[in-house]
């Protein structure tokens, strides 16, 4: 949800990702990773970003977080995010591990197939 708010927040401000970077004193990349949910700001960080975009904590992150001031308040809702991340990425990184394994079986077994079917047929006398 966050990424998917600070994407949409900045593209309402008219702001290139670039240029929200430079305002943050972050490389460009790091914003590219947060709006595609890779990873989430520090709550210092996403202070300054409802600041620039002209929102509220509580807009950016999608849920009603009490006293938005208070970092520790902001740390614990980014570290459930940042728990959630993890979790997609697991999931994500063993889907792939099986998917490469199936691929692998696949290719062994047509190379197997391929190979008796070439294989010369011994000559009954």
């Known amino acids: 949800m966050l990424h998917e708010n600070l994407r949409l927040k900045r593209k309402e401000r008219g702001l290139s990702q670039e ?5 943050l004193h972050v490389v460009r990349q790091t914003i590219s990773k947060w709006e595609k949910g ?4 520090d709550s210092e960080q996403l202070i300054k970003i409802a600041v620039i975009l002209e929102t509220t904590v509580s807009e950016l992150l999608g849920t009603q977080v009490e006293n938005e001031e208070e970092p520790n308040r902001l740390a614990k809702e ?4 940042n728990t959630q991340l993890a979790i997609r ?3 994500t990184r063993r889907v792939l591990k099986i998917i490469a394994v199936a691929l692998l079986v696949f290719v062994a077994l047509i190379f197997a197939i391929m190979a008796l ?3 010369p047929m011994p000559q009954l006398k």
Not at 19 to 23: G, H, I, N, V, Y
Not at 38 to 41: E, G, L, Q
Not at 78 to 81: A, K, T
């Open 38 to 41: 890779m990873s989430v700001p």
């Open 19 to 23: 240029e929200l970077a430079s305002r």
């Open 89 to 91: 990425n697991h999931r």
């Open 78 to 81: 980014l570290s459930r995010i």
């Open 117 to 119: 079917s070439y294989a």
